[in-house]
């Protein structure tokens, strides 16, 4: 996938959890405190802008309700709801 691709994905998938990017941002951040991740952050990984931090991208992935998963080196991207425990 392009990073276009990739931001459409996230940006959808934030929208039908019905999260801003603020609180999509928040909920980076608080998996990673130091990561200084923010509402523009999310915006630019949305326009395929800037993807330098694959980690915390697929974590705004996953928050937004994709499960991830690597086996052999492939990224595999499962999208639906994630079971909270909130």
């Known amino acids: 996938m392009t990073p276009g691709a990739l931001g459409e ?5 934030r929208k039908a959890r019905g999260l801003t990017q ?3 941002a928040d909920r980076v951040r608080a998996r990673y405190p ?4 923010h509402a523009g952050t999310i915006g630019r990984w949305e326009q395929g802008i800037s993807l330098r931090d694959k980690a ?3 974590t705004a992935l ?3 309700g994709a499960k991830i998963h690597v ?3 492939a990224l595999l991207i499962v999208l ?7």
């Open 9 to 13: 994905l996230l940006r959808h998938m």
């Open 56 to 58: 915390l991208f697929l």
């Open 22 to 24: 603020t609180e999509l």
């Open 71 to 73: 086996k052999s080196g």
């Open 34 to 37: 130091h990561a200084g991740t």
């Open 80 to 86: 639906g709801s994630r079971n909270d425990a909130e």
């Open 62 to 64: 996953e928050e937004a």
